[in-house]
């Protein structure tokens, strides 16, 4: 069985020593997650993570989860009793508002506790973590009496929550949305129509579903502009929070799938089901966009976090398996071969997946920092830099991590040979759990176009301004430090590759908007390749300033030769990417369709 331990060396350097979350003390909740709380969540969450979830994860890709025909859905054997556990140990509300019966602490510790969650096991993570984002668009857009009844049960975990977008025939384009809407006379809705893809739209954890639902008011404008949200719930709820009636939601089918097979993907037909509306009429997408921002993080965690669940088994094998000698002659002369971890090539693939890793999990600490700051900070200036921040990241972040993330995971797979690919030694799951992050809340082509189509150009370039702002800034403070030459001159040439693409697409999309289609992906993961050269910078300067101040540890050693290598092997890349964009949409739209 594949192993799994939390990382939490590498989290305590980034809380404590880079990102510094003591200094935000300020911002309500942060006083109470003072370094020692911070270690024992952390911990709990390792364990939970080590000891229960990470022992469910091939039992759940195995057994699946079963439709019976009475359209109940079961869920792999364990995930009812670690679902328990998850819910009363509180998990859920971590950084939920206290109000509601959360704990109030950052949110920065709540995505740092999914990393670890989600290595452990993606497809059980997915029931709790859509229920937080479920929350979330509830908190922000939901009426008094909704977030009463709603929230408090969904923050113990007692009922979870779903979203429910797709449909057959609309996906990216959810302007095409056909679901309808039916204002009655005491102000709810009769809901109809059909969604597919739903995760953990039904299944056996909880005690009831509170589905948010995409659906359009009858008579209102065609397209997107006519898009309304709704919550429905799976059981009808009475005014003082106690269950009713079954409502007119059933889960139709299950999908058969690549990956996350504990995690269930139904069809859910809504027949004149109840519903109320959330915000206002027509205004459904600002409810949703809440809940996709927050899932677009916790999706890019997956990438993050079954990158590092690979990583770790492969290094495992690496240091185990014995296959041919070291080029510059054996290294184990007791043992009939050297263990492969000795080849170049083995090293190369482990330290690209390594590199990332650690650059992955630094971006998200520091967008989640700056989400705790956009929604907790009483300096509206403060705010809305973190919040320019957010808008920003998040598609890079959802789009990068998870590329990269499965590619890690196949990388990591290779490391293992044939028996990678073989399914009781483990990695082939983690291949096939990592593929549905690029596809899912937005296809990554999206993200990418969303980055440069809406993000950059949004309030004249104000966010990504900002953004080159700084990590010159940084290069600029750090520029005369010898010892940050080999981090800072590399940074400088990504960070110049960038702002050269930035003014080509400025230049060169508004006369032919191909052109920005064409280069968006090449964008996005040059972008990405900028934020982690400036995380590998900023974690280099602390860690050299660590081992000034009290010594070397094979930890902060490992930092400066992982973040050379990302510097001198990886970062050169965002050439490639710059000279892509720069060759605009020529070739790439001169075929006619029917030639493909
Ligand atoms: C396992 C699983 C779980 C899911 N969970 C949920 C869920 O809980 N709730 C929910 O509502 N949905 C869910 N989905 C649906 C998922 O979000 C959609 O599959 C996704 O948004 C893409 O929609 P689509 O599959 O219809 O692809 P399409 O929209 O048909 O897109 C096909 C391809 O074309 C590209 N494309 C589309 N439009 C454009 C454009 N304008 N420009 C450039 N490229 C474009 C896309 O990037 C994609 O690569 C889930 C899907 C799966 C497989």
Redesign the pocket.
Known sequence: MPSYKAPLEDVGFLLNDVFQIDRYDNLPGFSDASADVRDAILNEAAKLSEQVLLPLNRVGDKEGCTRHDDGRVTTPTGFKEAYKQVAEGGWLGLSAPEEFGGQGLPSTLSHTVAEFLTSANMAFSMYHG?TMGATAALLVHGRPEQKAIFIPKMVTGEWTG?????EPQ????LGLLRTKAIKQADGSYKITGT?I?????EHDLSENIIHLVLARIEGAPAGIKGVSLFVVPKILVNADGSLGGRNGVTCGAI?H?MG?HGNA?CVMNYDDATGWLIGEENKGMQGMFVMMNEARLGVAVQGLAQSEVAYQNAVIYAQERLQGRSLTGAKATDKPADPIIVHPDIRRTLLTIRAFNEAARAMVVWTALKGDVAHRSEDAKERQAADDHMGLMTPVLKGVLTDVGFANAVSAQQVWGGHGYIADNGMEQFVRDAR?AM????????QA?DLVGRKLPRDGGRAVMAFFAEVAAFAKQHGADAAMQPFVAPLSRALGDLQKATTWLMMNAMAQPDNA?AGATDYMKLFGMVGFGYMWAKMVKVAQDKIAASGATPYLTSKLTTGRFFMERMLPETALHLTRIESGCGTVMELPAEAF
């Open positions: 859509l779903t979203m429910n977008l797709t609309c996906g990216t384009d969604k893809f739903i995760s953990a739209g999908e799938k996350i993907t549905i596809i899912y809340e937005g296809a990554n082509g999206i176009l289609g």
